[in-house]
């Protein structure tokens, strides 16, 4: 099964993390991504650029609206994300427990539906 691990945090220290080598991850995050892949787990996963960069969209009533920004605004943004592949939901939440944004942050796990 495929599961989802969105990352949600603080976007200003997300922002401030320091990378320490030429992968731009902190050693923290390096080891996460190596055991993913050496479980055979890691399907994909990026950091997502800051919310002054998004813009959401929407059709209301048949009108086209463009948002600056993400759609809510909250505590926590969605910093980005993991797709991962576990035997069962048991096992994401697992995963997602090692996940360095988990200490700071909140990580959403959710099964994708298979097409």
């Known amino acids: 099964m495929q599961f989802m691990l969105l990352i949600h945090g603080n976007e200003r220290a997300m922002m401030e993390a320091t990378p320490t080598d030429a992968t731009g991850m902190t050693p923290d995050y390096a080891a996460f ?10 399907v994909a996963g990026e950091r997502l650029r800051p919310t002054a960069d998004a813009a959401s969209v ?5 009108r086209t609206e ?21 035997p069962d939901f048991d096992a994401a939440m697992d ?3 090692q996940c360095p944004a988990s200490r700071h942050g909140t990580i959403e796990v959710r099964p994708v539906v298979q097409s």
């Open 95 to 97: 995963w997602a427990l």
């Open 58 to 62: 929407r059709i209301r009533n048949g």
């Open 33 to 42: 991504n190596m055991a993913l892949v050496k479980a055979g787990a890691m």
């Open 66 to 86: 463009v948002l600056d920004g993400p759609y809510a605004d909250t505590k926590e943004q969605f910093g980005g994300f993991y797709i991962i592949e576990a």
